[in-house]
C-alpha cells in the first residue's frame, strides 16, 4: 500500500485501485476495511512531514519534504540531462551515477504482482535510460576501454535495444577493434532480421555509419 501511494506521486489513490494491487485485483469483501486498517497503521510509520490523508473513496501520500528515493533518482537525472544539453559533461557524468547509485536491487522488490506488473516497467525504463545517459556521457570522456565490458554484458543482457548495442561499437571502435564493432552490428542485425522480420533501426546504421567515416563527437580532454 505505501509503494501504491508513493508512486501515485501525491494523486489519490481509489479503495477500489488499491484493492486491486493489494490483492491481486481480487479483493476480499472486507477489503476497505482492511484497508483502513492499513493506513492507520502506516500513519504511525511516516515521518518527516509526511502524512496519509483519506480522500472521498481513497488515499493520498503528501511527502511535503520528506524524501523519496525515487524522486531523488528522477531530480538527479534530469539535472544530468540539462548538464548534457549544455556540454558540462563532466557533471553530468557524476550526477548520472549519483543517480543511479540509489538503486540497490530490482525495483519492487517484495510488492504484489500486480503493482509490479502496472509499475515496474515505467521505473525500469527510468533507469535504463539513466544508464545510457551515463554510458554517453562516459563515451564522451573517453571511458571507451571501461565501457567495452559493461557494455557487452548490457548486449547480452538486452539484445533487442539498439542503444546498447550501438555504444559498443563504438566503445570497440574507439578500442582499435574495428572488427570486432562490425561484427557486433552484422550481430545485431541477423538477430533483428531473423527474429522480428526487422531492419536496424537509425541508432544502429547511424553508428554502423560513424565508424565507417570515422564521424563522431570529440572526445573531451
Not at 500513519?43 to 512531514?49: A, L
Not at 572488427?179 to 546504421?205: H, I, N, S, W
Request: aromatic share 6%; glycine share 8%.
Amino acid at each position: 500500500m505505501l509503494a501504491a501511494l508513493l508512486l501515485a506521486d501525491g494523486w489519490i489513490v481509489s479503495d477500489s485501485d488499491l484493492g486491486g494491487v493489494l490483492w491481486e485485483r481480487r479483493p476480499p469483501a472486507t477489503y476497505q476495511a482492511q484497508i483502513y486498517t492499513y493506513a492507520s497503521r502506516l500513519r504511525g510509520h511516516v515521518h518527516g512531514g509526511a502524512r496519509i490523508t483519506r480522500c472521498g473513496r481513497g488515499y493520498r501520500l503528501e511527502r511535503e519534504g520528506a524524501r523519496f528515493d525515487l524522486d531523488d533518482f528522477c531530480q538527479l537525472t534530469r539535472e544530468a540531462h540539462s548538464l548534457m544539453r549544455t556540454e558540462r559533461i563532466a557533471e553530468a557524468a557524476s550526477r548520472f551515477r549519483s543517480a543511479l547509485g540509489l538503486w540497490s536491487g530490482p525495483a519492487l522488490a517484495g510488492v504484489t504482482d500486480a503493482l509490479a506488473d502496472n509499475e515496474r516497467p515505467r521505473v525500469d525504463m527510468a533507469r535504463t535510460e539513466a544508464l545510457e545517459g551515463r554510458i554517453e556521457a562516459d563515451l564522451r570522456l573517453g571511458r571507451h576501454h571501461e565501457l567495452v565490458g559493461e557494455l557487452t554484458q548490457l548486449v547480452r543482457a538486452h539484445p533487442w535495444r539498439e542503444s546498447f548495442r550501438a555504444k559498443l561499437m563504438i566503445a570497440l571502435h574507439r578500442s582499435d577493434r574495428q572488427a570486432e564493432a562490425f561484427e557486433t552490428f552484422r550481430a545485431g542485425c541477423v538477430l533483428l532480421r531473423e527474429q522480428l522480420g526487422v531492419d536496424p533501426g537509425p541508432t544502429l546504421r547511424g553508428a554502423h555509419h560513424a565508424i565507417l567515416a570515422d564521424d563522431f563527437a570529440p572526445v573531451l580532454p
